[in-house]
């Protein structure tokens, strides 16, 4: 069985509770300790995930820590990734990699040289609704894309967040920093790298109000423009037409949508990990709708309403798949998918777009990233350490949904196990088959005689610790 790898967090703000819960889907790794440069925050949150908090410095260089967890704000970004990779330990970060191209590129030659592997947020592009929109990119559905249009606009973080002013500082605020991330790793995800920029932007207003928090009604300056246009060419020809605002009271427009030779998609919201997508192949006929909730990174976990963005009642949020697979990644000496060179060449189009803006002249993009591998459903079973323990945090997470989907998921984990064990494992063929046919029973028997799923759990363990 692989090990569980201890995380050090630093940065325990609005978006910690989400890799908290994390802990929930993804069981190779454990966050074991906080920091914070607010003090308090760092204790409220040891508090309420009963783990112990340090000092910033204490937790860098804590040995038994091996990777950092960075969700500070973004203009920490740099420096705590930095400071975590000079003390020896990998990183992964929130979105941005940093707010400079020049100090992710230091980043990237930082972990280089010192053999560790850097990390970076939005990894809801692994969710089931960019995935999906792939799979179906790469089978040609729509024929080759040769335009598109996204779009993120709404009022701003002020409404709903008690420490906004960074959002609109002159350094790592506005639109593109903040939710560019999503757009532009979902884009390359789909399209690959991007060649070219072209953007115009402009500052809404000047001054904003705190809606929460206890600076409400506090007003303050905005240092930088609030909404962006920007015309993106890809690599392999493709022109995208990217609308990012903070200065949108409402619109009824979609995420992302791909015109292709034989038809258009619909790619559903990059900021998040299920949704629909939606093709049609012929002018005025009924979009087919591509679901992606049976996917297990697409699957509805978040049913009650949150007062952050990111979550509607609605919606998958598996936020920290990208850290378990990072993790996965090291344990398999392979390169993850949130890497380095695909969060640099983000941040590279981020800047573009921002000096494009400024200069009113098109930008190069100067560093290429590889277009990340699909995220197969396979694959996702294997993120964690050891077949059998994942196999074992699969059947938990369906653990109240005790209907057909439920008992064929755990035929299908039951037979995948033991398909993959069967070439590998320790196991005889006698207790091989006699074991698969023991589970295979229990389920059965669960789902007829209504059994209670904790039996059927510890049966399931117990025959396979045999
Ligand atoms: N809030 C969201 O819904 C959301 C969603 C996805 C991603 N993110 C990303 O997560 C990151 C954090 O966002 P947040 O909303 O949690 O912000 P936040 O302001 O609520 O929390 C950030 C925390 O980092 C701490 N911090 C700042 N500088 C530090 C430093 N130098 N050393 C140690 N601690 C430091 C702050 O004291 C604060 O507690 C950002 O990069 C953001 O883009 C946020």
């Not at 605020?173 to 789909?190: E, F, H, K, R, S």
């Not at 809606?211 to 409400?216: D, L, M």
């Not at 591998?373 to 938990?396: C, Q, R, T, V």
Request: charged share 25%; proline share 4%; net charge positive.
């Amino acid at each position: 069985m692989g090990k569980v790898y201890k995380v050090g967090l630093i940065g325990c703000g609005h978006i910690a509770e989400t890799y908290f819960r994390a802990h929930k889907y993804f069981n190779n790794f454990k966050i074991i300790k906080c920091a914070d440069i607010n003090k308090l925050a760092a204790q409220k949150c040891a508090k309420t995930y009963k783990i112990s908090s340090a000092s910033v410095d204490e937790l860098l260089k804590d040995k038994e820590i091996q990777i950092i967890l960075n969700l500070t704000i973004p203009n920490a970004h740099y420096l705590i990734a930095k400071k975590s990779l000079l003390n020896g330990k990998h990183v992964y970060s929130e979105k941005p990699l940093a707010v400079s191209f020049k100090d992710g590129k230091e980043l990237i030659k930082i972990a280089k040289r010192k053999k560790l592997f850097i990390g970076n947020a939005p990894d809801t592009f692994l969710g089931g609704g960019n995935q999906k929109a792939r799979e179906l990119l790469d089978k040609k559905v729509i024929g080759k894309v040769k335009f598109g249009t996204g779009i993120f606009a709404y009022p701003g973080i002020q409404s709903y967040h008690p420490n906004p002013e960074p959002w609109f500082a002159k350094k790592g605020g506005g639109p593109v920093i903040d939710m560019g991330p999503y757009y532009l790793t979902a884009l390359v995800n789909l399209l690959g790298p991007a060649k070219e920029v072209t953007s115009i932007s402009s500052k809404g207003v000047n001054k904003r109000t705190i809606g929460v928090g206890p600076k409400k009604g506090k007003r303050f300056k905005v240092e930088c423009p609030t909404t962006y246009f920007s015309t993106i060419k890809f690599h392999n020809g493709t022109i995208i037409r990217l609308t990012l605002s903070f200065d949108v009271i409402s619109h009824l427009r979609n995420h992302i949508e791909l015109y292709g030779e034989n038809g258009s998609m619909i790619v559903p919201d990059p900021n998040m990990f299920g949704g629909s997508v939606l093709i049609s192949k012929k002018l005025g006929s009924k979009w087919k709708n591509h679901q992606t909730n049976k996917m297990s990174l697409g699957k509805i976990n978040i049913r009650s309403q949150s007062s952050r963005a990111n979550e509607s009642p609605t919606n998958a949020n598996y936020r920290g798949v990208g850290l378990s697979e990072m993790i996965n990644s090291i344990q398999m000496k392979k390169i993850h998918r949130c890497n380095g060179n695909l969060s640099l060449h983000v941040l590279n189009i981020i800047e573009a777009i921002h000096l494009s803006a400024r200069n009113n002249k098109k930008q190069r993009i100067s560093v290429k990233c590889e277009k990340p591998k699909p995220f197969s459903n396979k694959e996702e079973l294997n993120i964690d350490d050891g077949f059998f323990k994942n196999f074992m945090g699969i059947i938990n997470m369906y653990k109240k949904e005790k209907d057909l989907i439920y008992r064929d998921l755990l035929i299908y984990f039951t037979e995948y196990f033991f398909e993959k064990n069967e070439k590998s494992s320790s196991y005889d063929k006698k207790s091989f088959f006699e074991k698969r046919f023991f589970i295979l029973k229990n389920i059965n028997n669960f789902f007829t005689y209504n059994l209670n799923h904790n039996t059927l759990i510890h049966s399931i363990e117990a025959k396979l610790n045999e």
